[in-house]
């Protein structure tokens, strides 16, 4: 399907997903900071998990199935990590 959407729609999509992944980017660099001081912000933990909500909601919208499928891996690891099923560690 992605050989089907436009120039301008690509374009429009990574225009989004480019800010949702620097916002991820700084969110990251601070979840392992406080890996590293045994503590985790469920805040940021939230924050994080609804960027790669977004990211696999719009690569799947626009077909962009492999993002959409590793936004996913990614998505059900930080659900683990905000249930606790999985610990934080650096």
Known sequence: MAD????????????EAEEIIEKLNLDLMALGD?????????????????GA????????????DDISQLAHYKENLLDSLRLGKVPLTA
């Open 34 to 50: 406080q890996a590293a001081g045994g503590e985790t912000d469920p805040d940021l933990l939230n924050s994080i998990f609804r």
């Open 4 to 15: 089907k959407v436009s120039g301008q729609a690509v374009r429009e999509f990574l225009g």
């Open 53 to 64: 909500h977004s990211i696999k909601g719009l690569s799947g919208m626009f077909g962009f």
